[in-house]
């Protein structure tokens, strides 16, 4: 379903930035002096370059993925890391960004919550038929893992008719799957393995928004302590929000797997 596709895309991956919310509403923080932070470290200036591989309905295509913290945002009273994505696939470049934070507790993108405005308008739909309110970030990392295996990572939704009918057009939920010993850069490292999935409800219109056709996505990142993000694989829509929008596919069928082959963390 192509039109799932633009949606998620448009929901979930092409944003900049207007203001912020600080609150982790996440779990109490460890004792053990651990953080978050060493699962997605790393300070401006950090590097790291991946390879990885697409296929959707045109066929197959390997990429590679450079990624560099350029510099920090205030937004409010929250700061944030500026990670600039640099995709290259075949003959093309793709160039993104989002903003992101650390906290001892967990990994947030923020989210320009005035995208979904943009969406109504594109869909000719009369905003003061339909209220969208989403989450001000994405929540990728909670942690410790282990007392939070699972949560809630992002939802939108939708009300209309005067709060006649509300509903959750995405809901991104994140689950814990445990370690995993993997080699990466010929070296055997242990991973924390988190399962995304991803549920869009989609309207076709107004009248369609009380049963609305449904996609699942479901995508598996790996996290080790000290290094960051070390591999992806799954689906291509939910990869490409790693991406901050830098890849991009035919339809919600496609899938992506990449993996870190060198890093500098400054």
């Keep these: 379903m192509k039109k799932s596709l633009i949606y998620l895309l448009t929901i979930l991956l092409m944003l900049f930035i207007l203001s912020c919310s600080s609150d982790d509403d996440g779990p109490t923080d460890p004792t053990d002096g651990t953080s978050a932070t060493q699962y997605y470290p790393g300070g401006v200036g950090s590097t790291f370059n991946y390879q990885g591989q697409t296929t959707d309905s045109s066929g197959t295509s390997n990429y590679t993925r450079d990624v560099s913290f350029s510099s920090q945002l205030n937004i409010g ?3 944030y890391i500026i990670q600039n994505n640099n995709v290259n696939i075949s003959t093309a470049t793709f160039s993104a960004e989002f903003p992101f934070r650390t906290s001892n507790t967990g990994m947030f993108i923020y989210i320009d919550t005035a995208v ?7 869909l000719g739909i009369d905003p003061s038929l339909v209220t969208i309110i989403a ?3 994405v929540r990728l990392i909670s942690y410790p ?3 939070t295996p699972q949560w809630n990572a992002y939802t939108v939704k939708v009300t209309a008719f005067g709060g006649l009918i509300s509903l959750n057009i995405l809901e991104l939920q ?3 799957k445990g370690q995993e010993q993997l080699t990466i850069m010929g070296q055997s490292m242990t991973a924390e393995k988190v399962e995304y999935i991803a549920t869009v409800k989609i309207p076709e219109s107004l009248e369609d928004i009380a049963n609305p056709p449904t996609v699942t996505l479901s995508a598996t990142a790996w ?3 000290d290094v960051g993000l070390v ?3 799954g689906s291509g829509v939910i990869i490409a929000a ?3 929008g830098g890849l991009e596919f035919d339809d919600d069928e496609s899938t992506a797997t990449e993996t870190l082959v060198a890093y500098d963390i400054k």
């Design 231 to 233: 591999k992806l694989d």
């Design 223 to 225: 996290f080790v302590k």
């Design 77 to 79: 009273n929250t700061t």
């Design 174 to 176: 994140g689950n814990y």
């Design 242 to 244: 790693f991406t901050g």
């Design 116 to 122: 979904f405005d943009e969406l109504l308008d594109s």
């Design 135 to 137: 989450d001000q970030e």
């Design 145 to 147: 893992f282990n007392t």
